[in-house]
């Protein structure tokens, strides 16, 4: 079984979709985490740190070499957790050298098509809860449950600063969501939408259980 859940940067989808797949006893895949992956093993290809930071920046006009970079990125997901190789990269996917590049590589074609296919060959192995931008529309259009997640980037820059995880300030981080939005927005596929049968959250005033409950309630086993 899948149940994919899209919605934009900070609408709650990895926290949600984490306490959905504990909740049914499913794995819990956070299929964005794969593009960070991908973004961060770049930036360390050009002398950046474990964190990506401080390397020299990588091109991303060229995409026919980042489609060729990710192919040779050995992507593997455990326990909830990305893995590059065998190293567990989690701890990093978050960081501001990451957070600058990932929507750009996200939006390379052959990045996408390679990230997909890895997808679905772990997700063939057991059922999961699945958030990105495109999973009820591109990589599982046949989901037996589609959720859609969304809150005002206000609200959703909230949460990020909140996190903890970013040195920018609360202005800054509406920057970068709002310029984020547009271009998950406007990829040239798998650009970020309401699939036509998913059903619609705005939790911008919505505590996670809430969020949760409303979910459940729309699934059933």
Do not use: W
């Not at 202005?171 to 547009?182: C, G, L, Q, V």
């Amino acid at each position: 079984m899948v149940v994919a859940i899209d919605g934009p940067a900070g609408s709650g989808k990895s926290t949600v979709a984490k306490a959905i797949a504990d909740r049914l006893g499913l794995t819990f895949m956070n299929t964005g985490s794969f593009y960070r992956g991908v973004a961060l093993a770049l930036l360390r290809s050009k002398g950046g740190g474990p964190d990506g930071s401080g390397g020299t920046a990588p091109d991303l006009k060229d995409e026919k070499k980042l489609e060729d970079f990710a192919r040779q990125v050995p992507l593997d997901y455990r326990h909830g957790h990305l893995y590059v190789a065998d190293e567990d990269v989690e701890p990093y996917l978050r960081s501001d050298a990451v957070e600058s590049v990932v929507a750009q590589v996200s939006a390379v074609v052959g990045v996408r098509h390679r990230v997909n296919e890895r997808i679905r060959d772990i997700a063939k192995a057991t059922g999961i809860v699945c958030e990105g931008r495109d999973m009820t529309t591109v990589v599982f259009p046949d989901a037996e449950f589609k959720f859609y997640l969304d809150a005002s980037a206000k609200a959703r820059a909230k949460r990020r600063f909140e996190q903890g995880t970013s040195a920018l300030t609360l202005e800054e981080i509406e920057t970068r969501i709002a310029e984020r939005d547009s271009i998950d927005r406007n990829k040239k596929e798998g650009s970020l939408k309401i699939a036509p049968d998913a059903v619609y959250l705005d939790t911008s005033d919505l505590t996670i259980d809430r969020v949760c409950d409303m979910i459940i309630s729309k699934i059933h086993l």
